[in-house]
C-alpha cells in the first residue's frame, strides 16, 4: 500500500492556506471551464449569435433593395429613423439570452442533482462564497462571450450589408450601446438563471422558469386584457432592453433609467432570495 | 476528536437522529455501525455542517466544522461516492476542490496514486464503477491531509482488493493519530477494522465501547461439548445460570458456563467429553441482538412468492 506524505506522530490543528475569495473563486473557474457541456452551450452561443446576424444582414439587404424601388415604402422608412443596419449584430440575443439563461440555472442545479453541492459546501461552509465566486463566473462570462460575439457578427454581416449598399458602422455609439446593453443584459438573464437554479435545485424546473419569465410572460401579458397586463409588461426583463437602447425615448416604454433599475431589480431580488435560500436550507 | 451532544435530526414528524451524544477520539478507529435508516449519514451530514441539526451540537477539534479556517485541512469526509459531477474528470474534480485551499497539483497527483486512480484520472467519472467512485471520494477526503477523517460506507462496492485496501488505510491513518470515523451496516468489515464502535439504531445511540467489549460483553460465549453421555452430563450441568442446548444426539451447546467449568464437572463424574470448543458470539450476533428491536426495516416472509420490505412500526 502506498501511504500518506504525513509521517508526523502526532497532528494537531490544520496548517495552511483556507478558502479566501479569490481561491473560491479560481475553483469556481476550474469547475466551469472542465465542464464539456458548458463549453458547448458556450460555442453554441457564438455561433447562433453570428449566424442570426448574417441571416438578418441578408434579409434586411433585400428588404432595403425592395424599399428602393418603392417610393412610398422609402418614405415609411425613412420616417423610422432610416438606420435599419445597426441592430442587426444582435439580432440572435433572444437566443443567447435563453442558452446562456439555461446555462445559468444548469450550472447551479447540477450541483444538487449530481451531488457536487456536497463536496462543494463541505469544502467551503460558508456557502456564500462559492455562490458569490458562481454568480461572478456566469455573469462575467456571459457578458464577454455575448460582447465578442455580437462584435464578431457585425464583422461577418459587413460585407453581407454592403453588398446592398448599406451602411453599417461598428464604432458608432449607437453600435457600441446596442453591444454593450444587450451583453449586461444577457449577464443579468444568466444571473437571474443561476438564482432560479438554487431556489428550484432542478434543471427542468429551473429552464422551465426561466422561458416562462422570459418568452411566455411577455407574450401572455400582452394577451390578456386589461391594463394591469398591458403595465406589468413594461416591468418585464425582456421589456428593458428597447427603452435602454432607444434613440429616443418611446412613449408607452419606461424611461432608460427606470429600465434599469427593473433589470437590477430581477438580477438582486431572485439572487437575495437564492442567498437567504442556499444558507438556510440543507444541502 | 468529533463529540456530538444531544444531536437530534428531525424531518417532519419523523425523528431521524434523536438526540445523541458521543465522542470520536483521536488514534483509533472508531466505526459508526447501524441497520440501514438508522441515522448515520444523517449524523455525518450534521457533522460536516450540510444538514442543520434541529436541536444539539457536535464540534469537530472544538468547534463546529464550519467555523474552522481551513476546512478542508481539518476534516476530510466520503459522504457519498458520487458528490461528484459525473461530467468532469477525476483530475478537474480533485482539482477544483484542491484550489479551494490553494492545495498544490502535486499533492492532487498524490491522492490519485494513493488511491489507485491513477488509469482512469483523465476520465469523467460518468463511467466509474461504484468502486472508482469510492476510490475518487476517498481520494477527495485525503486532499487536505486532515487530521479528522469521515467515511460513510466506504467499503460500499469495492473489490475484495479494496476492502482490504480501506481496512489498511483507515488503521494507518488511526496510528498517526488521526480521528478515524467510519459508518457501515457491514458488522463483519467492522469487526476487521474498528476499535471502537458506536452502535446506532433509529436515530438513537445503543451501545458505545471498545469493539471486544460489544462482542463479548453480551453473554454470548457459548461451549461446543461432545460426550457420549448428553443426558447425564444435561444433568450435571444444569443449574443456575447455565443452559444447554442439544443440537446433536451427542452435541451440546453450553452457555453461562466456561470450559474449565465444563471439563471440571465431566471429570467429576466420570463423564467421557471428546470435544470442548469455546465460541465466541461474532460481533454479527452481538449487533443483531443488540439492534433486533431497532431495525426500521423489517423483512416479512409473506405467503406467497413475493417478500416485500415492509416498514416496521414507528
Same mark, same amino acid.
Given at each position: 500500500?502506498?501511504?500518506?506524505?504525513?509521517?508526523?506522530?502526532?497532528?494537531?490543528?490544520?496548517?495552511?492556506?483556507?478558502?479566501?475569495?479569490?481561491?473560491?473563486?479560481?475553483?469556481?473557474?476550474?469547475?466551469?471551464?472542465?465542464?464539456?457541456?458548458?463549453?458547448?452551450?458556450?460555442?453554441?452561443?457564438?455561433?447562433?449569435?453570428?449566424?442570426?446576424?448574417?441571416?438578418?444582414?441578408?434579409?434586411?439587404?433585400?428588404?432595403?433593395?425592395?424599399?428602393?424601388?418603392?417610393?412610398?415604402?422609402?418614405?415609411?422608412?425613412?420616417?423610422?429613423?432610416?438606420?435599419?443596419?445597426?441592430?442587426?449584430?444582435?439580432?440572435?440575443?433572444?437566443?443567447?439570452?435563453?442558452?446562456?439563461?439555461?446555462?445559468?440555472?444548469?450550472?447551479?442545479?447540477?450541483?444538487?442533482?449530481?451531488?457536487?453541492?456536497?463536496?462543494?459546501?463541505?469544502?467551503?461552509?460558508?456557502?456564500?462564497?462559492?455562490?458569490?465566486?458562481?454568480?461572478?463566473?456566469?455573469?462575467?462570462?456571459?457578458?464577454?462571450?455575448?460582447?465578442?460575439?455580437?462584435?464578431?457578427?457585425?464583422?461577418?454581416?459587413?460585407?453581407?450589408?454592403?453588398?446592398?449598399?448599406?451602411?453599417?458602422?461598428?464604432?458608432?455609439?449607437?453600435?457600441?450601446?446596442?453591444?454593450?446593453?444587450?451583453?449586461?443584459?444577457?449577464?443579468?438573464?444568466?444571473?437571474?438563471?443561476?438564482?432560479?437554479?438554487?431556489?428550484?435545485?432542478?434543471?427542468?424546473?429551473?429552464?422551465?422558469?426561466?422561458?416562462?419569465?422570459?418568452?411566455?410572460?411577455?407574450?401572455?401579458?400582452?394577451?390578456?386584457?386589461?391594463?394591469?397586463?398591458?403595465?406589468?409588461?413594461?416591468?418585464?426583463?425582456?421589456?428593458?432592453?428597447?427603452?435602454?437602447?432607444?434613440?429616443?425615448?418611446?412613449?408607452?416604454?419606461?424611461?432608460?433609467?427606470?429600465?434599469?433599475?427593473?433589470?437590477?431589480?430581477?438580477?438582486?431580488?431572485?439572487?437575495?432570495?437564492?442567498?437567504?435560500?442556499?444558507?438556510?436550507?440543507?444541502? | 476528536?468529533?463529540?456530538?451532544?444531544?444531536?437530534?435530526?428531525?424531518?417532519?414528524?419523523?425523528?431521524?437522529?434523536?438526540?445523541?451524544?458521543?465522542?470520536?477520539?483521536?488514534?483509533?478507529?472508531?466505526?459508526?455501525?447501524?441497520?440501514?435508516? @438508522?441515522?448515520?449519514?444523517?449524523?455525518?451530514?450534521?457533522?460536516?455542517?450540510?444538514?442543520?441539526?434541529?436541536?444539539?451540537?457536535?464540534?469537530?477539534?472544538?468547534?463546529?466544522?464550519?467555523?474552522?479556517?481551513?476546512?478542508?485541512?481539518?476534516?476530510?469526509?466520503?459522504?457519498?461516492?458520487?458528490?461528484?459531477?459525473?461530467?468532469?474528470?477525476?483530475?478537474?474534480?480533485?482539482?477544483?476542490?484542491?484550489?479551494?485551499?490553494?492545495?498544490?497539483?502535486?499533492?492532487?497527483?498524490?491522492?490519485?496514486?494513493?488511491?489507485?486512480?491513477?488509469?482512469?484520472?483523465?476520465?469523467?467519472?460518468?463511467?466509474?464503477?461504484?468502486?472508482?467512485?469510492?476510490?475518487?471520494?476517498?481520494?477527495?477526503?485525503?486532499?487536505?491531509?486532515?487530521?479528522?477523517?469521515?467515511?460513510?460506507?466506504?467499503?460500499?462496492?469495492?473489490?475484495?482488493?479494496?476492502?482490504?485496501?480501506?481496512?489498511?488505510?483507515?488503521?494507518?491513518? @488511526?496510528?498517526?493519530?488521526?480521528?478515524?470515523?467510519?459508518?457501515?451496516?457491514?458488522?463483519?468489515?467492522?469487526?476487521?477494522?474498528?476499535?471502537?464502535?458506536?452502535?446506532?439504531?433509529?436515530?438513537?445511540?445503543?451501545?458505545?465501547?471498545?469493539?471486544?467489549?460489544?462482542?463479548?460483553?453480551?453473554?454470548?460465549?457459548?461451549?461446543?461439548?461432545?460426550?457420549?453421555?448428553?443426558?447425564?452430563?444435561?444433568?450435571?450441568?444444569?443449574?443456575?445460570?447455565?443452559?444447554?442446548?442439544?443440537?446433536?444426539?451427542?452435541?451440546?451447546?453450553?452457555?453461562?458456563?466456561?470450559?474449565?467449568?465444563?471439563?471440571?464437572?465431566?471429570?467429576?463424574?466420570?463423564?467421557?467429553?471428546?470435544?470442548?470448543?469455546?465460541?465466541?458470539?461474532?460481533?454479527?450476533?452481538?449487533?443483531?441482538?443488540?439492534?433486533?428491536?431497532?431495525?426500521?426495516?423489517?423483512?416479512?416472509?409473506?405467503?406467497? @412468492?413475493?417478500?416485500?420490505?415492509? @416498514?416496521?412500526?414507528?
Amino acid at each position: 500500500m502506498s501511504t500518506t506524505t504525513v509521517d508526523r506522530k502526532s497532528i494537531r490543528n490544520s496548517v495552511g492556506p483556507g478558502p479566501s475569495f479569490h481561491r473560491v473563486l479560481n475553483s469556481e473557474f476550474i469547475k466551469f471551464r472542465t465542464l464539456m457541456s458548458t463549453l458547448i452551450l458556450l460555442a453554441s452561443t457564438a455561433l447562433v449569435m453570428v449566424g442570426f446576424a448574417a441571416l438578418s444582414a441578408w434579409g434586411t439587404g433585400q428588404f432595403a433593395e425592395q424599399v428602393a424601388n418603392d417610393p412610398e415604402a422609402a418614405a415609411a422608412m425613412a420616417a423610422q429613423g432610416g438606420d435599419l443596419a445597426v441592430s442587426i449584430p444582435t439580432s440572435g440575443i433572444s437566443f443567447a439570452q435563453l442558452i446562456l439563461g439555461s446555462l445559468g440555472v444548469l450550472l447551479m442545479s447540477s450541483e444538487f442533482t449530481t451531488g457536487m453541492a456536497r463536496s462543494t459546501f463541505a469544502a467551503v461552509p460558508k456557502r456564500l462564497s462559492p455562490f458569490l465566486a458562481k454568480l461572478i463566473v456566469v455573469m462575467v462570462s456571459s457578458f464577454l462571450l455575448t460582447a465578442v460575439s455580437t462584435y464578431i457578427a457585425g464583422l461577418v454581416s459587413l460585407p453581407i450589408v454592403d453588398n446592398y449598399g448599406l451602411k453599417l458602422d461598428l464604432g458608432s455609439s449607437q453600435s457600441v450601446k446596442l453591444l454593450l446593453v444587450n451583453s449586461i443584459y444577457v449577464a443579468a438573464v444568466a444571473a437571474i438563471g443561476m438564482a432560479l437554479g438554487t431556489i428550484v435545485r432542478n434543471s427542468a424546473g429551473g429552464i422551465m422558469s426561466l422561458v416562462g419569465l422570459l418568452f411566455v410572460a411577455p407574450i401572455a401579458f400582452q394577451l390578456i386584457p386589461g391594463d394591469f397586463f398591458k403595465e406589468a409588461n413594461k416591468y418585464l426583463p425582456t421589456s428593458t432592453i428597447s427603452p435602454l437602447t432607444a434613440v429616443e425615448h418611446v412613449p408607452e416604454t419606461l424611461e432608460a433609467w427606470q429600465a434599469g433599475l427593473v433589470l437590477g431589480a430581477w438580477v438582486v431580488v431572485p439572487v437575495a432570495l437564492a442567498m437567504i435560500l442556499l444558507k438556510k436550507r440543507d444541502v | 476528536m468529533i463529540e456530538a451532544k444531544g444531536l437530534t435530526k428531525v424531518y417532519g414528524d419523523k425523528t431521524a437522529v434523536g438526540g445523541v451524544s458521543f465522542t470520536v477520539q483521536a488514534g483509533r478507529v472508531t466505526g459508526f455501525l447501524g441497520p440501514n435508516g @438508522a441515522g448515520k449519514s444523517t449524523t455525518m451530514r450534521m457533522i460536516m455542517g450540510l444538514d442543520a441539526p434541529t436541536s444539539g451540537s457536535v464540534t469537530v477539534n472544538g468547534e463546529p466544522f464550519a467555523q474552522h479556517k481551513a476546512p478542508l485541512r481539518e476534516v476530510g469526509a466520503l459522504l457519498d461516492a458520487k458528490a461528484v459531477h459525473t461530467s468532469r474528470t477525476a483530475y478537474n474534480h480533485l482539482l477544483a476542490m484542491a484550489a479551494t485551499h490553494s492545495i498544490p497539483k502535486s499533492r492532487v497527483h498524490e491522492v490519485i496514486e494513493m488511491t489507485g486512480l491513477g488509469d482512469v484520472a483523465k476520465k469523467k467519472v460518468k463511467g466509474f464503477s461504484l468502486g472508482m467512485g469510492q476510490r475518487l471520494g476517498i481520494a477527495a477526503a485525503l486532499l487536505g491531509d486532515p487530521q479528522t477523517i469521515i467515511l460513510d460506507e466506504p467499503v460500499n462496492g469495492l473489490d475484495p482488493e479494496g476492502v482490504v485496501w480501506v481496512r489498511n488505510l483507515v488503521k494507518y491513518l @488511526a496510528s498517526e493519530g488521526r480521528t478515524v470515523f467510519l459508518s457501515s451496516h457491514l458488522m463483519s468489515e467492522m469487526a476487521l477494522t474498528a476499535d471502537h464502535l458506536i452502535v446506532i439504531g433509529r436515530g438513537r445511540i445503543i451501545a458505545d465501547a471498545p469493539i471486544a467489549e460489544i462482542i463479548t460483553g453480551k453473554g454470548h460465549a457459548r461451549t461446543r461439548v461432545r460426550t457420549d453421555q448428553p443426558e447425564r452430563l444435561m444433568q450435571l450441568l444444569a443449574g443456575t445460570g447455565v443452559s444447554v442446548e442439544v443440537h446433536e444426539r451427542e452435541l451440546l451447546e453450553v452457555s453461562g458456563l466456561d470450559p474449565r467449568g465444563i471439563a471440571r464437572t465431566a471429570l467429576d463424574n466420570q463423564v467421557m467429553v471428546y470435544e470442548l470448543t469455546p465460541l465466541q458470539a461474532s460481533l454479527e450476533e452481538a449487533y443483531m441482538e443488540l439492534t433486533k428491536d431497532e431495525v426500521e426495516y423489517h423483512s416479512h416472509i409473506t405467503t406467497g @412468492a413475493s417478500v416485500p420490505a415492509q @416498514a416496521g412500526g414507528k
